[in-house]
């Protein structure tokens, strides 16, 4: 019996919103009330997050109204208020256009196209990377909308950080990037959700790519057919780059030089692991398989700052890995460790 809790949801928007709230009604007023801690932590008030939700939320509304519809029918369920649901989902936004805070949180994904795998296969892989403030329940939502394609997504502790693949073959994971540019608009994390809407590849990119977004992430999105593109964005500007034919791994840093004014802070750990994680893809270039990724997110090298990462006692509020993924593009399923990857098992979620 698999550990990972799997959440069922088809229909409109607002019967999958109240469908995810029911199953979320426990967690998710404790992620909020960690969500408002972490905020006074860093001397924010409530009202002024709720304020900057409110206003977020608007934009939200005007421009993807399905995830909103779909946001306050899960905030409705789960008893919880929406402006609350929207804040938590918007902390990157939040820390930086209340007090210019860089947030310290990120991940790392790959990606292997076709000719890196051993059968041919078109693999993503993710470990994600969060904040003791992060409720760590991860789960899966396996989701049959009435009128777009069906999708089986990895999440966590009541954010649209949606990452997995549709039945059309679109698969999508990303991290955040600590960029300058930040404004009020569509909080990024909801974009995640827009790429799995998507029919076509160019769909998924310019789900991505929303012009009314507030802020920018970067998006690793790949086809069954073998595309893959990872495209770079922030709050105003974006960088595009097609992976090929070699394995390719993103961290938390720019890597497009055109942006790279625009980033800020210390990008040292986000390098150590981009780097390892580069080496590692590319010495198994051409046998990669499910195993050999989940064998990846558990590496330990350069330890605080490895691909699998422990809270460091010497660091204040330092990240930790909750949650390896591996998404297998060409068979629309999921492996999903509910924990740092080293010490839990890849439990495999089809999206059949």
């Known amino acids: 019996m698999s550990s990972v809790q799997v959440i069922e949801a088809s229909g409109s928007p607002a019967a999958i919103g109240e469908t995810i709230g029911r199953a979320l009604e ?44 779909e946001l306050a029918a899960l905030a409705r369920a789960a008893g919880v208020d929406v402006d ?81 693949v549709n039945e059309v073959g679109i698969g999508s994971t990303g991290n955040a990037l600590q960029v300058t540019d930040i404004r009020i608009g569509v909080p990024k994390l909801f974009l995640y959700r827009e790429v799995l809407r998507a029919s076509t590849l160019a769909g998924a990119i310019q789900a991505a790519l929303l012009p009314e977004r507030a802020n920018g992430n970067n998006h690793l999105i790949a086809t069954a057919d073998g595309e893959i593109y990872d495209i770079e964005v922030t709050g105003r500007h974006y960088a595009l780059h097609y992976v090929g034919n070699e394995p390719f791994s993103h961290a938390n840093h720019v890597l497009a030089p055109d942006l790279r004014s625009l980033e800020e802070g210390d990008t040292l750990d986000s390098q150590l692991r981009r780097n390892r994680a580069q080496r590692l893809l590319t010495l198994a270039a051409g046998q990669h398989t499910v195993e050999t990724l989940q064998a990846l997110l558990r590496d330990h090298a350069n330890q605080p700052n490895a691909l699998c990462k422990h809270l460091d006692p010497a660091a204040d509020h330092a990240s930790r890995t909750i949650a390896g993924l591996v998404i297998d593009v060409t068979r629309r399923e999921l492996w999903v460790a509910p924990g740092a990857p080293c010490r839990v098992a890849f439990e495999r979620i089809p999206l059949a």
């Open 26 to 69: 426990v967690i998710l007023p404790e992620a909020i009330t960690r969500h408002r801690q972490e905020l006074a932590r860093r001397g924010i008030s409530w009202d002024l997050a709720l304020d900057l939700a409110r206003r977020l939320r608007d934009d939200l509304e005007g421009n993807l109204p399905k995830t909103a519809e």
């Open 84 to 164: 609350a649901l929207v804040s938590l989902n918007a902390l990157q936004e939040t820390l930086f256009l209340a007090r210019r805070i860089r947030m310290e949180e990120g991940c790392t994904s790959l990606a292997v196209p076709a000719e890196a795998s051993n059968d041919g296969s078109v693999f993503l892989a993710h470990n994600e990377d969060a904040l003791p403030c992060r409720h760590e329940r991860v789960y899966v939502v396996r989701v049959r909308p009435a009128d777009e394609p069906a999708f089986v997504a990895f999440a966590y502790g009541g954010l649209f950080l949606y990452q997995g």
